[in-house]
Nanobody, 119 residues
């Protein structure tokens, strides 16, 4: 059974940092395109960052470029989102998504972790 579990969210002051983790079981994230999305109530879930499964560059939404970094820890089957210089506008539930070719394209979602940026 495939499972993605996000962790690392919490309450942080503006300008602070958080490191989110997406830990997988049932699939190897090294073979997947992994993305972080975020969603606030009443708004569409939006892409934050994406890391490819092979050749290719990481991508970021303009509002987080230069502040957030997506990375892999293949030994732990985990993908991280390092978030620096957090702003109130970053407050959202953050979700991990993995897209993988299992003979057909399949994608999986975690349950989300809350990030609140407030003074």
């Amino acid at each position: 059974q495939v499972q993605l579990v996000e962790s690392g969210g919490g309450l942080v002051q503006p300008g602070g940092s958080l490191n989110l983790s997406c830990a997988a079981s049932g699939i190897s994230l090294s073979s997947a395109i992994v993305s972080w999305y975020r969603q606030v109530p009443g708004e569409e879930r939006g892409l934050v960052a994406r890391i490819p499964d092979g050749s290719g560059v990481t991508t970021y939404v303009d509002s987080v470029a230069g502040r957030f970094t997506i990375s892999r820890d293949n030994a732990k089957n985990t993908v991280h989102l390092q978030m620096n210089r957090l702003q109130s506008e970053d407050t959202a539930v953050y979700y991990c998504n993995a897209l993988i070719d299992e003979g057909r394209l399949s994608d999986y979602w975690g349950q989300g972790t809350q990030v609140t940026v407030s003074s």
